[in-house]
């Protein structure tokens, strides 16, 4: 249905909107006074609301409460306040029709120029781990609309909904009044505002779904996201392209970094930082992840005596140092001096880590363009990702699988595999997937020692994998990410030397690849569960 029109030679041409009246309303209420204080000596009243009201009054500043106006208290605890016509005429009243003008005047309500509000903070109270009833009372339903309607209305109405806006309101005090183009741009803040605010109220009520839906599906029938722009980047992935970061309320992942040192970092840096913290981070133990392009040159946790960081890098690096020039490097432990000295030589793009140790800040920091990163505290792992496609988004919970302890997984041919072995296979196992499909991982000793990725056919990342390896095949593990869908891939392992693999199973020609390990005298196990990375 649509909404009522008029004939566009009735409306009067309106820029500057002296303020007169103003409508507050704050949760957030830093810089409240200071604000109230410079309406009040500029002449504008102030109606406001429950605790806006009550600190506003305490600092001796004139206030009319919303009850006043309207004839009608605050009432269901506060539920409802302005939700009103004496306050929603007055925020709506289109001022450039002699019609609402009059039918205001008839009616004796007085229009506001300026609304200030933010909303009950939601997002806050879930992020304290709120939950049920208590977290439904900080969902704000007057709030929303009156921003809603003021930012409708931005040809009369200027609504404020961040304290960082409040100086140039100030200043529009001071110069008569606010301008069309700024209260259309704060009309857009509004709107971003409330939408990121129902974004989030719609994701908590998803994420709270425990019944299937009537659709029989478990999952939501809306998927909403909300982000806010954080920095503009120089380019896309190509120069030519347009990019910015935008950044999630109350998320702590590479988005929410700290960049200590180095150049901005560019759209292809934030894609292979990601990649490498999701590849760390998929180790209990010190762990060193080297990225490019979205995939492991090497990985490796750490081993023996000393700086496990140190370690970690170093056998990680070892896998492919031919690649790992311009890389990513990912740690998830600080990085200590000694990894420091190890890494400063090596062209890096970007360092990740959830810390720097000073003196190796410092060491670091003397490489010019060295982007140095630190995770947000209490940095976790998705739960979702979505992925756009052509008229529409993709949208699946993360491979959070962790059935890594090879004691659940079966013996498909070949003799159990003793302690080390399994704990190579179960190394390689989680580490296989952080490599994009088709993914082959070669591993000895806690890190990766070949890797074969991307590829369109399995045989082709079997032999990237042995190549890459070179002698240091011979001895290793193998993890597929998938099934082998013929015999042929898996020979390529077994003649470079692999003396166990590890692999999904589920082939229709299962029988062919086991036959092929046995012939071998190679151990093979299925995990039953497959590792695809796109």
């Known amino acids: 249905m649509s909404g009522p029109t008029h004939d566009p030679a009735l409306y009067r041409p309106r820029d500057v909107v002296t303020i007169r009246r103003a409508l507050v309303s704050v949760s957030d209420k830093t810089g409240l006074i200071e604000l109230a204080t410079a309406l009040a000596e500029a002449g504008v009243e102030i109606v406001s609301t429950g605790g806006s009201a009550a600190a506003i009054a305490a600092a001796g500043i004139p206030v009319v409460q919303v009850g006043d106006v309207t004839g009608y208290p605050e009432s269901l605890d506060g539920r409802v306040r302005t939700l009103h016509p004496v306050i929603h005429s007055g925020l709506l009243a289109d001022l450039r029709l002699e019609s609402h003008q009059t039918e205001l005047a008839a009616q004796g309500i007085k229009p506001f120029e300026l609304v200030v509000s933010n909303l009950y903070p939601f997002v806050e109270t879930i992020a304290a781990g709120v939950t049920g009833d208590d977290a439904i009372e900080q969902i704000d339903i007057g709030g929303p609309a009156m921003v809603r309607a003021s930012a409708k209305n931005h040809a009369n109405v200027a609504i404020v909904t ?57 999952e939501a029938e809306a998927f909403s996201v909300s982000a806010t722009l954080k920095n503009v980047l120089r380019y896309g992935e190509n120069s030519h392209q347009t990019a910015a970061l935008y950044v999630r309320d109350n998320a702590a992942g590479i988005a929410q970094a700290e960049q200590l040192h180095g150049k901005e970092m560019s759209y292809n840096n934030f894609v292979d930082a990601d990649a490498a913290v999701r590849a760390a981070y998929d180790f209990d133990e010190p762990a060193v992840a080297i990225i490019k392009h979205a995939n492991p040159c090497g990985i490796a946790v750490a081993r023996g005596a000393g700086d496990a960081i140190l370690s970690a890098h170093a056998r990680a690096h070892a896998c492919d140092p031919v690649s790992a020039f311009g890389g990513v490097i990912a740690a998830n432990r600080p990085i200590t001096l000694a990894a420091a000295e190890s890494i400063k030589d090596i062209f890096t793009e970007v360092v990740v880590a959830p810390g720097f140790d000073p003196d190796a800040l410092a060491l670091l920091s003397t490489k010019k363009n060295l982007r140095l990163l630190t995770l947000p505290e209490g940095f976790t792992r998705e739960t979702q990702e979505f992925k756009q496609i052509s008229g529409g988004v993709l949208v699946q919970s993360v491979d959070t699988y962790d059935e890594f302890d090879s004691s659940t997984w079966t013996l498909a041919t070949g003799e159990e595999a003793d302690a080390a072995t399994r704990a190579d296979l179960e190394f390689a196992w989680r580490a296989v997937r952080a490599v994009k499909s088709n993914a082959i991982l070669l591993a000895h000793d806690g890190a990766s020692v070949g890797v074969g990725m991307g590829q369109v056919n399995r045989v082709d990342s079997c032999h990237l994998a042995v190549t890459r390896a070179g002698d240091r095949a011979a001895g290793s593990v193998a993890a597929s990410d998938a099934f082998f869908p013929f015999a042929d891939g898996l020979e390529i392992l077994l003649a470079a030397g692999v003396k166990a693999v590890v692999q999904p199973g589920g082939s229709v020609r299962d029988q062919e690849v086991i036959d092929a390990a046995k012939a071998a005298g190679v151990t093979m196990y299925f995990t039953g569960e497959r590792h695809f990375f796109h």
């Open 162 to 218: 961040s304290p960082a806006s409040y100086p140039q309101i100030l200043k529009a005090l001071s110069i008569g009044g606010t301008t069309l183009k700024q209260r259309r741009r704060l009309a857009a803040e509004a709107f971003a505002h409330t939408a990121a605010y129902d974004a989030a109220v719609a994701a908590w009520f998803s994420d709270s779904v425990v019944e299937p839906a009537e659709t029989g599906s478990s």
